[in-house]
């Protein structure tokens, strides 16, 4: 771990919500009533072109949104997908047609409808810039674009890739990056109609942050978590800013001297925790860290499965009972989709890998998100290359998944680990972020479906 400057206050990360007592949700049904939940697998393919999924968002009905991409690497368009929380297709959008779209992230708008980000390149202006901009598009219900804009913090290289909805007079906090000599990000609250209250950069020409996950504190700020990099190793990194943007204290864990840890998701447990999760490189295993809001540890584990399935669970949500569900891909070149439900000390109480989810055989695999439904679930996004088709799933909490897909056993070891998170300074500054209007144009799409594990 590299030694830096201590710099004190208060931080927290993003974490997986973990309480205690027996496992009941919390409108208070058991497991055996949370297992009715519909599960299905399905895969949706674009005969045109590839399509890919970056991140998710639940309905209010037990469905869920996804984004992504779809086209070929020369044109691609963005790409969002509503399902309802039987698997069934309810509205497919595509955005773009000039030359690169993305979608990256999505939430829910602070008044009606969406706010989806990510990149385009194409400029205001009607030219093409090869280095993009972040791009921010309201969404009605329907995934229509009311509004769209162009967010830039240099000329080179910007693209959103996380939205958090706060309320309608807070509006957003985005998460953008751009670059300089080396990858920066801008720390940006954006009002309800995306114009930029505040705007910090984090980042120079020696260290360089990839925050994976944002979280609103108890406290009105925020907590940043993810991995900061330097010519000579990255790290696990929590960032804590106040309301106003303004930074307040930092903490770092890692070995020292090589590419070691990394968190990838986190959540709030109440109001006096916080849970995150990642991947120690070095030993090949998943981490879990229970912490509370001053970022001190509470518990940390590693799990570490067999070979064939290292360092599988990164994604952490909130469990019943006070647990939490772990999930993920394994690290090989052929990753599929791995499970485990543990409790509150961070104990597995049970375990899943599907090794045929998705039906790619021999391709490559990643799960690019997973989260909890509104109905009591667990929504998993996957893609596969080639050709880029999609993946996705809805779990009950027993980890189940339809009868086509089959489950295996497999082994984790838990074991304890001693990460001391400490404290450093980081190169954190106010930075002027550019935003105009644009026009991105959408269109209704079909993309075939099926069941995923056929």
Known sequence: MRKRGILGASLAVLVILVMAGSWKRADGSSDAQAAAVPVWAKRIQNSYGGIRTFRGLPDSLGGCLAVGDSGFLSNLDGWAVHLDKTGKILNQMTYGGTKHERLISICESVDTGYLAAGRTQFDPSGGYEKGGYGLLMKLGADLNPIWAKTVSASRTGNWIERILKLNKAQGYLAIMTFVESRYCRAIMRLNSSGSVVWAFKLGDDKLSFDIREVLQAPDGG???????????????????????????????????????????????????????????????????????????????????????????????????????????????????????????????????????FGGFPNWYERMSHAFRSSDGGIFILNSAVPPWDVAIAKLNTTGNLPKKCPPMSWNVARSKTKYKLIDISIPYASVKVTVKSTKISAKSVSYASSEACD
């Open 222 to 356: 925020f907590f940043l978590v993810g991995e900061v990099s330097s010519s000579w190793e990255d790290d696990a990194v929590i960032i804590k800013i106040d309301g106003n943007g303004h930074f307040k204290w930092a903490k770092e864990f890692g070995e020292a001297g090589t590419i070691s840890e990394r968190i990838e998701s986190a959540y709030l447990t109440g109001s006096n925790n916080l849970m995150v999760f990642g991947v120690s490189f070095k030993n090949w295993a998943s981490l879990a860290l229970k912490l509370d809001l001053n970022g001190n540890v509470k518990w940390q584990y590693l799990y570490k499965g067999p070979p064939q399935i290292p360092g599988g669970l990164r994604y952490g949500m909130p469990g019943e009972g006070g647990g939490f569900y772990f999930m993920g891909s394994d690290t090989t070149n052929d990753p599929e989709i791995v499970f485990a439900k543990c409790d509150s000390t961070g104990k597995i109480l049970s375990k899943k890998y599907y090794p045929a």
